[in-house]
């Protein structure tokens, strides 16, 4: 088995507790990032009708929630809502939390059942650096997304010249965050990969370059919570 089937079989066998454990470790803020992100995006898009958002890498659909409650917020329609996952147990949960949606089964990598420009806001939370080859689902984005579309990236990235503060959570991290994750999963090593996945991914603004090399102009890079996690909001030129 390949480490991106690896990544997938992990994701599989903790989802049962994984919005349990994502509430708990970051202390339930990850629900702000997650509000804030869409607001930006709404208001950048500017548009009371939006055919088709893509939530890839959708896993138990907390992003897919934020988009319906947001645009109900914001008197926006959207037409259609898709979240697209590779992990069967994950996609289980999220078509039980989620109504009003569709959902495929599928690798960020592979977007083949979504026609080309025809997605209005492609969003990928906390997944991007879960795939191994990020260029090649970077460039199916900017495939399926229209002329004026919106890529929202929300992640951990990798600390360009970390400060003493990203090394104080840095600690917290490596270090609390298995042994928490690990005891309410009962999979020490899934919680041991996130700060392993951080250490190999790129920087926020490493990501605008290869946004660049699909065609699709960074807008946006907005740091969450002293910068624990990040924003990067693109449109496709």
Not at 19 to 44: E, P, V
Not at 73 to 92: F, N, Q, R, W
Not at 163 to 177: S, W
Not at 190 to 196: C, F, I, S
Request: aromatic share 8%; net charge positive; hydrophobic share 40%.
């Amino acid at each position: 088995m390949d480490k991106q089937h690896q990544i997938i079989e992990m994701f599989d066998t903790i989802a049962k507790d994984y919005d349990k454990a994502n509430h708990i470790l970051s202390l339930g803020i990850d629900i702000l990032w997650r509000t804030d992100a869409c607001k930006r995006a709404f208001k950048l898009i500017q548009t009371p009708k939006i055919d088709c958002i893509l939530d890839v890498a959708c896993g138990t659909g907390d992003m897919m929630i934020q988009w319906q409650k947001q645009a109900q917020k914001h008197h926006i329609h959207i037409d259609s809502l898709i979240g697209a996952d590779p992990s069967v147990k994950m996609l289980e949960l999220a078509k039980h939390k989620v109504k009003n949606a569709q959902f495929i089964t599928t690798e960020a990598t592979n977007l083949a059942k979504i026609p080309d420009s025809s997605v209005d806001i492609v969003s990928i939370t906390y997944g991007l650096r879960n795939v191994l080859d990020y260029p090649m689902a970077l460039s199916e984005f900017s495939r399926v997304l229209k002329h004026g579309g919106l890529l929202v990236v929300l992640d951990f990235f990798k600390k360009q010249s970390p400060t003493l503060l990203d090394k104080c959570v840095g600690f917290y991290t490596k270090k609390m965050l298995p042994l928490i994750g690990g005891l309410i999963s009962k999979n020490y090593q899934a919680y041991a990969y996130l700060p392993e996945s951080m250490e190999c991914f790129i920087s926020p603004q490493d990501l605008t370059t290869h946004f660049q090399k699909v065609g699709i102009k960074p807008h946006t890079i907005k740091g969450y919570s002293a910068n624990i996690s990040h924003l990067v909001l693109g449109v496709k030129s």
